[in-house]
């Protein structure tokens, strides 16, 4: 239930690593920047926190063993710099980068991964364990760990779970790990995570100790609010360099303004429309959904042209079928499996499987006389559920199916919807990189039986052929035909399945373009700047109107190393577009109204927030004015007194 | 007609007495209201909305509220003439909205008032009445509920609940009678101590009589009076439960439009046509109530007659 | 007799805490009877594990053995750990209370004051034109719903006209200090602020002057006036000393309302307070926390009952004798 909130959850091979203290020494202010979204952490401690915002701090503080690149997710260099194969590709050995080390200034060696990967799989670590079942780490010396998975496992090489230091975990027993704060701050990625006021913000300060570039900016600060609008004005001013999880309808005036820049990145994440299927007969669903012409009637009633016009005002895409993956490449063309809005087929297909309106109310009667209605839930967290249920309503009725509507916080909705209490609701998922959890929600396995042991199929559907290619999929290690028993697994999904994808949802950030550049999407042009899979638009920053080289200055003593890995294991993919970035900052410098990046923002709205302080101000005078003399007025009395 | 009246008043039934007493006590309550300029502009201004309200169906037909057949709308319209209040982010005319939404904070509004007046008045004049330990417990118990915040209880109650009008009547009535029990009780105590309670009693009528002729007849105009004035309440506890999404997601109040305009955006863009009509209708209404509910209080609620406002 | 009287009182506050815990543990138990379900929900956790959860979140035994486990913590100042960020109940309201108090605490104060000088004004020249103009003024503001009138504020003083940061508690992540500090806090403070303010003046105001225009025909009053004292020092010093206590009481009141009156006004404003907390507990649902919220409030009531009863015994000698 919750993957459905990971959203940038993956389990990312983040680019970099890091801890507090040095950087800061020279500069009276630290570079800070900050960053606006709608969401708080559930929580920073890797075994617990499942929300996309505790992945970017993950992605941040933990560097993984290989990372992914920005623009394709290929696997890269993380922590190691290298691997071997043997064993038939059940086996890897992977060496570490030299000399790495915490932030805290404990080395960090192969006892570290093989440390994680094995806990985390002996106790089942929420984030970690899907990826560690079948794993055995073993320690071959203090560069070099060898994994082996008991099965084929495609996923392999890459490693992407999040490596926590063992001097900080092994003296924390499984029962006290779940109530860890995690507020420890060793860190091997760029940043570290040091304070967090819940429901207000959280900061992150450099690591001088990661292995990656600097990017000159000393400080992240990660701001929630409550209300998108407030974020959105507080873009504009300045007051945050980069928002994340806006109003759709708030882009158009910040497209229009000049410093800011908006991003409508896709990463796999879409709505859909679920109608219960009640695999095995749980739950209380309407009968008429088990007929695949009834569905096929549902799905055609619908027109996802006017919900991407109007509700998604036309950013991100429609959705054609489940996209299983945050890469848009494993999504196979469909040809003329989509289903087209087409009410007439609509009825046409009603009509033929017995449902007549024969009392003329306008609502059909199934066939055996009863009122055709469904029961629809409206989500209650998301702005968009209730004009999505408007018109999914209203096209039903169109078509002589009537609604009934309940709303649900999204606790509710995952216990009626894997109990399968409910005919149909819309919701979404992202999925991770790897096709295959999103793929497995929907197989005989995942539907929910029994409640102790909760699933995630919340369409109820399933189907032993859809079992069976999964299975195929699940161990073949050739990619190419993995690519091809994916696709045809998704076209039988399309048209036997109870689910109709409406949209794409695109992450919809925005940021200021005058005090940072090098913002990088992953994947490239698609996707998001922020939030993103392995988050790798951190070390591509630069402060507008800084030398990079400056910064690189300011590391000295042991970090001479992790210089040395910049130039070499980075190559690959944030290197270079970091380096792109760089050479078009002094053009783009001389545009930017901050001349000294670190009080960019502070300039933008200086003009404002006077303005309001003033009215403050004077607001505050002629209050305590008007008490002072009223209070004044009172003492005259008392000596007025005869 | 009037002959039935005539050859009654001359058999000088006590129930003919009665009648010609309340008429009369009505002739004098409506000379007093005309007298206060200010509550017939609130009583007009309400008659109006509630024209409006029951007459929403041919004032502005059902479908401009759907999104559906607002296909063709522009979204975010300016008002101009075929869109008086300008459309919102689906292309919906607002003043469809805005005639829709005052049936529902209206009929809420009213509904609630009259279900916190009735449990109020029960716990009120059964503890008044009886006195003793029922008296001590009920009141209690009012004690208690009066000092669980109102608004917090409130929102846990619609979360609890299903989104439905009755459910939100409900809420706001289980969370708001207390007031109106205790300031009944007060009136049922002072009725009580009149001679013709006692004398009543003593010549043998049931508790239920006493209640039903002496008590609630005495106690009728205070709670009358609180009735208009425990409407704007229930109006605006309504609306800030819309607003906070815990309304009744098919029914277009003014409250859930206000809550939409937020969600939508309708702040940062600066759509005042989306946001001010509904919070203007609210505050008209509330307004309104509170001319008239102060002006009947002046009426019948004894202790105010001198003095007053 | 005294003594007997505040005895009596305190008796009744905190007979009203019993209730009031009592209903608070019912209230969230009734409503949801085993959320461990739903607390670790897709975490494969054996049977083993989830025992030990519901024993440590007091959720294992029978409704009243619950009940127990709940005072005795209760007792002990511990309110539980947060089902959502799983910090103690106590830190994360500590954290939001401030705010709170800041917001509400100034909003009441302001009003107070500014509604007692306009319902002074007005209710000793009664039907005057500030009376009026005072009395329309109150009942407009009375009429507004708060959350209304902070939607619109922010439209234009935070969004049309930028003089005001659109929400929050500071700038954020500001390392600022000392009176800097101070003066970004009041900045994001003063949108919220006015707006509480505005929403709360017409009560004090109408309370004021029916108050005062009670007093007015009181025959020391007359007595004064009598005496030839100027109307300006009859005023001062007779009328509205006396006609004070209502208000003073419905202050005391109004203070107990302070912590829950602003739910909708913080979520405006995106104002990290105790109404932010309450919201964000439901929607969970946490449980722990919904439960210390309660108790936060409904304790505040109480207190603030209390407070009125023993001022009014102090103030008023006709309750006193009583």
Known sequence: MLRRLFGAGVIAGVVLVGVSAPSAVAQDDPVTMTIGLMQDMSSPNVTVGYLVPEFEVWNLQYATLTSKAADDFSTIPGLAESWVESNGGLTYAYTLREGLLWSDGTPLTADDIAYTINRSRDEEWYNHFSTVENLDAVVIDDRTVEITSSVPDPKLPTMDVYIVPKHIYEPISFDDLESYEALDGVSSGPYSLTEWRSGQDWTMVKNPLYFGRDNGIDRLVFRVFSNADAMVAALQRGEIDAAHNFNASSVEQLENDSNITVVAGLQGGFTELALNGMAGGIGDGNPALQNIDVRHAIFHAIDRNVLFDRVALGLGSIGTTLSPSADPTWIPDLGDGAFAYDPARSAELLEGAGYIDSDGDGIRETPDGEPFVLRYIIRSESTDAAPIAEFITGWLEAVGIGTETTVMDDTQLYDVSVAGEYDMFAWGWTPYVDPDPMLSYFTCDQVTYDADEAGYNDANWCDPAYDELYLQQKVELDPVKRREIVAEMLRFFNTNSTYLVLLQDPDLQAYRTDRFEGWLQQPAETGPVLFTNSSPTYESLTVIGTEPTLISEDTTEGTTAAGDDTATGDTAAPGDTAATGDTAAPGDAVIAPAPDGTDGSGDADDGGSNTGLIVGIIAAVLVLGGGGFFLAKRRGSVDDRE | ?309 | MRARFVAGKVFGAFGTLVFVLVFNFFLFRVVNDDPTGKLFRGRNLSQDQLDRRRREFNLDGSKFEQFIAYLKQTMRGNLGDSFLSRRPVTTEIREALWPTIALVGTSTILSMLIGIMLGIAAGWRRRSGTDVAATSFSMFTYSVPDFWLGMVLLAFFAVKWPWFPTGGFEDAGSTATGFSALLDQAHHMALPCITLTLAYIGEYMIVMRSSLLDTVNEDFLQLARAKGLRDVVVRRRHAVPNALLPVVSLSALNFGYVLSGAIAVEAIYSWPGIGQATLEAIRGPDFPMLQGLFLLLSGSMILANLAVDLLYSLLDPRVRGR
């Open chain 2, 1 to 309: 007609m009037s002959d039935v009246v005539k050859t009654q008043t001359t058999t000088f039934s006590p129930r003919s007495f009665r009648w010609q007493r309340r008429r009369a006590a009505t002739v004098d309550f409506w000379s007093r209201f005309r007298g206060d300029r200010l509550a017939l502009f609130g009583l007009a201004v309400l008659l109006t909305f509630i024209v409006m309200a029951i007459g929403a169906p041919w004032i502005s037909p059902k479908e401009g509220l759907s999104a559906v057949d607002s296909i063709d709308n522009p979204t975010w319209a300016t008002p101009r003439f075929d869109y008086p209040f300008g459309t919102d982010n689906l292309g919906r005319s607002v003043a469809a909205q805005f005639v829709w939404g005052s049936r529902v904070s209206l009929w809420v509004g009213l509904s609630a008032t009259v279900l916190t007046i009735a449990i109020g008045s029960a716990v009120g004049v059964t503890a008044g009445f009886f006195g003793r330990w029922t008296d001590a417990t009920l009141m209690r118990l009012t004690d208690w509920f009066l000092v669980i915040p109102f608004l917090p209880l409130a929102i846990v109650l619609a979360s609890v609940l299903d989104r439905s009008l009755r459910n939100v009547v409900l809420v706001i009535a289980i969370t708001s009678w207390p007031g109106t029990a205790r300031l009944v009780r007060a009136q049922v105590l002072t009725v009580k101590q009149r001679l013709f309670v006692d004398r009543a009693r003593a010549l043998g009528a049931s508790r239920f009589h006493v209640i039903r002729r002496h008590i609630l007849p005495n106690v009728a105009p205070l709670i009358l009076a609180n009735v208009t004035l425990a409407v704007p309440i229930s109006i605006l506890t309504e609306t800030t439960l819309a607003f906070l999404g815990l309304g009744d997601p098919k029914r277009p109040s003014w409250g859930k439009t206000l809550e939409e305009a937020f969600n939508a955006g309708a702040i940062s863009r600066n759509a005042w046509w989306y946001y001010l009509p509904a919070g203007a209708g609210i505050v008209i209404v509330v307004l309104a109530f509170t001319l008239v509910g102060r002006a009947v209080e002046e009426i019948l609620d004894p202790r105010l007659r001198e003095g007053g406002l």
